[in-house]
């Protein structure tokens, strides 16, 4: 139901726009997020965002670099992506925590139900 695309292989510094396609029956009112998982480590978060997109907290990793958006109207949440390094290789999973409980994030992948499947990005040095 949640489908991630806009992976590649980039340069160092480039920019890049993933993007998060869910199906009609993932309810706008649901929390969303992007999550990566580099080779050798645990999946980490990149960046949450509430239903109505006002309240939104990223990874400090990424902080001032990405910027996460959603469209409710159009069902998509994107991650821009600037200024690319290369430890932002990695898979990324976009994903939707499916409860109701107010206009809140969450920063725990125990906390998101349904995952898409994940695109590669790989920055080159």
């Known amino acids: 139901q949640l489908q991630a695309s806009g992976g590649g292989l980039v340069q160092a510094g480039w920019s890049l726009r993933l993007s998060c396609t869910t199906s009609?029956?993932?309810?706008?009112?649901?929390?969303m997020g992007w999550f990566r998982q580099a080779p050798g480590k645990e999946r980490e978060l990149v960046a949450a965002i509430s239903w109505s997109g006002i309240n939104f907290e990223y990874s400090h990793h990424v902080k001032g670099r990405f910027t996460i958006f959603r469209d409710n109207a159009e069902n998509t949440v994107d991650l821009q992506m600037d200024n690319l390094k290369p430890e932002d290789t990695a898979v990324y999973y976009c994903?939707?925590?499916?409860?109701?409980?107010?206009?809140?994030?969450?920063?725990?992948?125990?906390?998101?139900?349904?995952w898409g499947q994940g695109t590669q990005l790989t920055v080159s040095s």
């Open positions: 994903a939707a925590a499916e409860t109701f409980i107010g206009d809140v994030y969450f920063t725990s992948a125990k906390d998101y139900t349904s």
């Open positions: 009609e029956r993932t309810d706008r009112r649901f929390p």
